[in-house]
């Protein structure tokens, strides 16, 4: 029974998306997430752009590059670089968009 649970556990966790293994561990809250990627499409407009300004500042964030408010970044602290790959980063960020970009909602 617990060969079963481990061999269960091992494979969700290898073929999980890495937006649901790693960003959702820290950002359970869906409005932070829906907050954040309405102030990359009003600062990038493009998909292409927004995806490439989300990598750029996970690999490497800095404030200059941060969408976030300065009371978030005072109260939760600043974003560590990323330690994902850049496939699965590139992986996540998709996910990511394709969940919360705020053209889906307008028709």
Sequence with gaps: MVKVV??????IYLFANPYET???????????????MAEYSLKYSSEKKI???IFRFLKNPTSN?????????????????????DKDLKDAID?????????????
């Design 51 to 53: 995806k490439k300004a």
């Design 65 to 85: 590059k941060s969408v976030t408010p300065y009371g978030y970044i005072i109260k939760h602290g600043f974003k560590e670089k990323s330690r994902l790959n």
């Design 95 to 107: 996910t990511y968009y394709d969940k919360y970009n705020i053209k889906q909602f307008i028709k």
């Design 22 to 36: 790693n960003c959702l561990y820290c950002h359970k809250d869906k409005k932070e997430l829906k907050y954040f």
């Design 6 to 11: 481990c061999i269960l556990l091992v494979s």
